[in-house]
């Protein structure tokens, strides 16, 4: 791209030495510079990308978008705030490929993938092609990428949107983390509908307040900006207290949706079975019989808003609805493992105690002996909501306390944290994990319900900086090979 190009309208300080004609590439990564590319200096919270213009000009950065002047060869930009330059960067540099497409964003404490998810298959299923990006990884119309962040850095986001444009697909879903709200990953985008999923306990050691926490979350909403003209919309759970304060973010029609009460789409007669979900859809275009093969009360909030997005898209409900009986559900998210003990076994994600509540008492319906519960939380991360979770996993007959990736805490020390607020004697503490999965199956019995939670579709535990296999239906599968 012509560098003039790229830079006309930037917002500048002053520049250094001769620009070059063109650039070829933008990056933010002193090891993916190539000859040719611009290098935007970035600050982490551990390490600043400014450190790295050095190695950058090494590999063949041609131009350096920086705060500060450096002792550098190569030409210079200096800008009063690099983030905001890389997002007006990127944005120029892919053309403003989000301006192009439907592009739908997910925010909430729990059900961010499931819903995401449910949007992408839906599109799919309907004869569209849709790009995902989110903790499962990038899904490019089926051909899934792995992505370290849920919420990835600014740039891949942009590069995302344009890889997905470039291979004609039209839709593209974010799953929408607090963390990538507050710290700018998504400037730049223009969403079309931002999704709220609901707000509990959650990533307190980053936030510190559940006020800072639901602000955060709420910035999706302003993201749909002030553009009037352009058919946009936010879905909102009215069954949420935040409710109000996100339609109060965006002057764009707000669609609710409720498990409780009447709503632009709203549940009535549910029916939860050990393996399907139906219930009455009552919505803008009539009531209509749905039924999915997703599970758990939670998957009834999570199907309305999926449908009430795409209906924001001019989507038919009747073809919804049709279309969403085919649609599986996401992998680890109460997903039955199939075996032929009389037993059911769930693996599921959850690691809230808001998500654990759900994911028990969604088991409840169908209950005929008793309800055995796995859950493990990380090491070094939010200490505050331990003994909440064990908490709601009280609900469960029987409690197994462990770890979820430990780190480079000790086992002692999580399980410990979480032993704090069991409300009945019916428990064990054992910190690894494998272990941990083999008592549980050990105490299984016929007609037992037992829920695996925490590691959902993950196939590893973190132990210090170390990914290690691991897989909790493997384990439970080889116990019931021995014991039934
Ligand atoms: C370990 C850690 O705390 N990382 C955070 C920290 O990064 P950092 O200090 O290591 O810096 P960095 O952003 O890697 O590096 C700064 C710059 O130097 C550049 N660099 C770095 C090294 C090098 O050799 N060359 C080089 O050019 C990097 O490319 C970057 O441009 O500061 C960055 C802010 O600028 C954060 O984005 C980043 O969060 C990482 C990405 C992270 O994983 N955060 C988690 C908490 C997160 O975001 N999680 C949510 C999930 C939430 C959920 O579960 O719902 C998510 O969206 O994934
Ligand atoms: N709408 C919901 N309300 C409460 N709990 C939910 C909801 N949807 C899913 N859950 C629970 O939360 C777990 C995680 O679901 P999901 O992965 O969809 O959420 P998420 O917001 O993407 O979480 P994360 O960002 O940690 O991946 C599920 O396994 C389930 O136990």
Redesign the pocket.
């Known amino acids: 791209m012509k560098t003039n190009e790229l830079i006309k309208d930037l917002s500048l300080i002053k520049q250094t030495g001769t620009l070059p004609e063109d650039i070829t590439a933008l990056e933010?990564?002193?090891?993916?510079v190539t000859d040719g590319t611009a290098?935007?200096?970035?600050?982490?919270?551990?390490?600043?990308?400014h450190?790295?213009a050095g190695?950058?000009v090494k590999n063949g950065a041609k131009l350096i978008i920086t705060e500060k002047e450096l002792e550098l060869e190569a030409c210079q930009i200096i800008v009063k705030d690099s983030a905001r330059a890389l997002a007006f960067l990127a944005d120029r540099f892919y053309g403003s490929p989000s301006e192009k497409m439907n592009v739908f964003g997910v925010t909430g404490t729990n059900g961010?993938t499931s819903v995401s998810n449910l949007i992408h298959e839906l599109i799919r299923k309907l004869g569209g092609r849709s790009a995902l990006s989110g903790?499962i990884g990038f899904d490019l119309d089926g051909d899934l990428r792995q992505s370290?962040?849920?919420?990835?850095?600014l740039l891949t986001t942009q590069k995302m949107i344009h890889t997905a444009k470039e291979q004609g697909i039209s839709n593209m879903i974010f799953e929408v983390?607090?963390?990538?709200l507050v710290?700018g990953?998504l400037w730049g985008v223009d969403f079309d509908v931002a999704v709220f999923t609901n707000l509990s306990h959650?990533?307190l050691d980053?936030h510190h307040t559940m006020e800072h926490y639901g602000y955060a979350k709420g910035l999706l909403f302003s993201q749909l900006g002030q553009d009037l003209t352009k058919q946009k919309a936010a879905v909102l759970n009215l069954d949420d207290e935040w409710f109000e304060r996100y339609a109060q973010m965006t002057p764009h029609e707000v669609i609710s949706y409720s498990m409780e009460k009447p709503a632009d789409f709203y549940a009535e007669d549910i029916q939860y079975m050990a393996d399907r979900t139906y219930y009455k859809l009552m919505s803008p275009e009539g009531a209509f019989d749905l039924e999915t093969q997703l599970l758990g009360t939670f998957n009834v909030s999570n199907t309305l808003a999926a449908i009430a997005a795409l209906y924001a898209k001019g989507y038919r409900v009747s073809d919804l609805v049709e279309a969403l009986k085919e649609v599986a559900p996401v992998s680890g998210r109460m997903q039955l493992v199939p075996t032929s003990a009389p037993l059911s076994i769930y693996i599921d994600y959850a690691h809230t105690p808001d998500a654990i509540e759900k994911a028990i008492k969604s088991v409840m319906p169908f209950k005929k002996n008793r309800i055995l519960f796995l859950i493990g939380t990380g090491g070094n991360r939010d200490k505050s909501k331990r003994p909440a979770m064990a908490k709601m996993a009280s609900l469960a007959d029987y409690v197994v306390l462990t770890t979820d990736d430990p780190r480079y805490e000790s086992y002692e020390s999580i399980t410990s944290d979480l032993e704090k607020g069991m409300e009945h004697k019916g428990y064990a503490c054992i910190g690894d994990r494998g272990e941990a999965v083999r008592h549980l199956m050990q105490q299984a019995e016929p007609d037992d319900i037992i829920i695996f939670a925490g590691k959902g579709h993950e196939d590893y535990q973190i132990i210090e900086n170390t990914k290690y296999p691991h897989s909790d239906s493997n384990i439970a599968l080889e116990v019931i090979a021995e014991r039934f």
């Open positions: 933010i990564d002193s090891r993916a290098f935007v200096c970035q600050k982490g919270y551990t390490v600043d990308g450190d790295f190695q950058a961010k903790t370290a962040n849920t919420t990835s850095d983390s607090s963390h990538g710290e990953r959650d990533h980053y």
